[in-house]
């Protein structure tokens, strides 16, 4: 099975700032991986597929880049909508596999 | 639109079947995957169906106890949950999976509860 490191687990960090959350996969996954963005209660929400593609709606202060086995989602400029919890997942086999999440908490 | 019913409080070694009803889109051209979330954990996938019902796959802590399947003609999707253990209390999402290569996931469900408890 394909595992996926998510780094930091946790990040305090404050509006305006910008932030970039790792994630690294045990073997090459070309740019199979999708980002999503989870808020209390809720269910997960598609931000990036395809390793760095903006899901329709995202706003564009998200991105992602990388291939083969180190991705980064970065968020140029924090807004208070975007304290939440952050999972990455490769989706080239099964079984798929997530990250552990990063949770962006108000500093 | 994806939502799920069927979660409730069963007791260990007990049975339970998830639903989940699909709209807004052709059910029947599209992979679905379940997804589950332990309290204050993070996500797990446990189960894959095509779109066609064959191939499925399964996560290794819910194989040869869980049984996904789907009815095309309902817009539905099912995971049929078999000697459950505490360690199963989750949320359990059903999600679409997309169909552009390396797309994720998109929509999912709300999710529903399902506690494993005596």
């Known amino acids: 099975d394909i595992q996926l490191t998510q780094s930091p687990s946790f990040l305090s960090a404050s509006v305006g700032d910008r932030i970039t959350i790792t994630c690294r996969a045990s073997q090459g996954i070309n740019n199979y991986l999708a980002w999503y963005q989870q808020k209390p209660g809720r269910a997960p929400k598609l931000l990036i597929y395809?390793?760095?593609t903006l899901q329709i709606g995202v706003p564009s202060r998200f991105s992602g880049s990388g291939s083969g086995t180190e991705f980064t989602l970065t968020i140029s400029s924090l807004q208070p909508e975007d304290f939440a919890t952050y999972y990455c997942q490769q989706v080239t086999s099964y079984p798929l596999t997530f990250g552990g999440g990063t949770k962006v908490e108000i500093k | 639109q994806l939502v799920e019913s069927g979660g409730t409080l069963v007791q260990p070694g007990g049975s339970l079947r998830l639903s989940c009803a699909a709209s807004g889109f052709d059910f029947r051209s599209y992979d679905m995957n379940w997804v589950r979330q332990a309290p204050g954990k993070g996500l797990e996938w446990i189960s894959y169906?095509?779109?066609?019902?064959?191939?499925?796959y399964y996560a290794d802590s819910v194989k040869g106890r869980f049984t996904v399947s789907r009815d095309n003609a309902q817009n539905s999707l099912y995971l049929q949950m078999n000697r459950l253990r505490v360690d199963d209390t989750a949320i359990y999402y059903c999600a679409r999976v997309r169909l552009i290569p390396a797309g994720g996931s998109d929509p999912w469900g709300q999710g529903t509860l399902v506690i494993v408890s005596s």
């Open positions: 395809a390793a760095s």
């Open positions: 169906i095509s779109y066609s019902g064959s191939p499925v």
